[in-house]
């Protein structure tokens, strides 16, 4: 990661849609490592914005798991379910700049638009410029402004986006009202002062459009490193979705000499027989992003 003058803040934001699988634990040791390797600040965030999909009970089980599993995070937790007003704020400052307009596309409407990287619909731009007569808005979104957004990972290397070409105009609030999870993560990094972010590489494709919010914010521009995920033999991503198991409670310090490996660590063999303590001395003595593989995704086939 780029050497920063600014002491070290590092955060895991895990979304409570299911229990803690092995791809969650990998990107809370990174990040966690990442934080605490340099002397800094790892902080615990439940991103549960998006209320839907938010499964009773997950966010404890989370944090539980957490806990039995030796993490320890800085200051409390916090829950964007709370943080609203900080959204709404923000969202106020994007309008009042002249950024967002309303959108009465529907999902049927937008369904033969062009795909962007992350699988979600291209904003065709249909509503850029005003309404179409005798509609509403449904949804509001960010008017995109042309140009590439570069940034190096420190996993993934040089990363060069266009959004506006790539996504278009993305969503800032749904039509639901909720605020969308692209403006959330910019404006709790920013606010909680987080300067580098550890996570997973599914999400790599969302960084363009978090940085060009921060951009457009006013707010600094934190340093970003993505992991591999961890995909099943299919090559699916680890998730709720593809019926990732929750970790084994039952040995965490297996279950993290695992996530070690993954992360291209190189623990000794024996490590994982040493006790939770002897792992995460050795992990935080011996933790460097350099040996992490430069991958977006590798199998593993003990966690599926
Ligand atoms: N809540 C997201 C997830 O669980 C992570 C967001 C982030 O780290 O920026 O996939």
Redesign the pocket.
């Known amino acids: 990661m780029t050497p920063s003058a600014l002491p070290v803040v590092g ?5 409570p ?1 299911g229990p803690l699988h092995f791809g ?1 634990m990998v ?1 809370a040791l990174g990040s966690c490592l990442s934080a605490h390797g340099r002397g800094g600040r790892w902080l615990l965030r439940i ?1 549960d914005v998006d209320t839907p999909r938010t499964l009773a009970g997950a966010a404890d089980g989370i944090l539980r798991t957490l806990e039995g599993f030796g993490f320890e995070w800085d200051g409390p937790v916090v829950w964007q379910s709370a943080r609203t007003a900080a959204y709404r704020e923000a969202f106020a400052c994007l309008q009042a700049d002249g950024q967002v307009f309303g959108c009465a596309c529907t999902r049927k409407e937008m369904a033969d638009s062009a795909l962007a990287r992350d699988g979600t619909r291209r904003y065709p731009g249909t509503c850029r410029n005003g309404l179409p007569p005798g509609r509403e808005a449904r949804a509001w979104r960010l008017h995109v402004p042309p140009g590439r957004v570069v940034f190096d990972d420190g996993v993934q290397g040089p990363i060069d986006e266009d959004v506006a070409a790539d996504v278009g105009d993305f969503v800032l609030r749904r039509a639901d009202g909720l605020f969308a ?1 692209q403006l959330a ?1 910019v404006v709790d ?1 920013a606010e909680a002062g987080v300067t580098e ?1 550890v ?2 590489a ?2 790599l494709d ?1 960084t363009a459009r ?1 940085i060009l919010l921060q951009r457009l914010l006013g707010y600094p521009m934190p340093a970003y490193a993505h992991l591999p995920v961890a995909s099943n033999a299919a090559g699916e991503k680890l998730s709720k979705q593809t019926l990732a198991r929750a970790v084994d409670g039952a040995d965490p310090a297996r279950v993290l000499v695992d996530a070690l490996d993954f992360l291209g660590q190189s623990p000794p063999a024996e490590l994982a027989q040493s006790g939770l303590a002897a792992v995460w001395g050795w992990a935080r003595a011996h933790w460097t992003l350099a040996a992490v593989p430069r991958r977006r995704s590798v199998p593993v086939s003990a966690y599926g």
């Open positions: 955060r895991f934001a895990p979304s849609s969650s990107a991103e999870y993560v990094d972010v996570r997973g599914d999400l969302s978090q």
